[in-house]
């Protein structure tokens, strides 16, 4: 599922617009890969797409998306695919009011 949302400022001119693809955040959700030194022989894994970086995310996205209707249509794609996502989502959106 892909969202597009963004924001224009049009006191300040700041426009910008951002297309989220969630089926990749769900899938990459606990993955780790490989970025240790080939040279020394030293393996260091990480997250993929840290819970951190998928908070602000979906801050960015309750905050930013003003139809009710789309928030749900998210929540319940997240419902569906990931279940810990689906609940960070949905705090979110309570301590936003939303």
């Not at 006191?11 to 989220?20: I, S």
């Amino acid at each position: 599922m892909k969202v597009v949302f963004g924001n224009s400022d049009t006191w300040n001119g700041h426009n910008w617009k951002m297309e989220v693809d969630l089926s990749v955040i769900c899938k990459l959700e606990g993955k780790k890969e490989d970025v240790g030194n080939k040279n020394n022989g030293k393996c260091r894994y990480v997250v993929s797409y840290p819970k951190s970086k998928v908070r602000k995310l979906f801050k960015m996205m309750v905050q930013n998306i003003h139809n009710d209707s789309t928030l749900d249509e998210i929540q319940n794609y997240l419902k569906g695919h990931s279940k810990g996502y689906e609940k960070l989502f949905y705090e979110i959106r309570q301590k936003n009011g939303r």
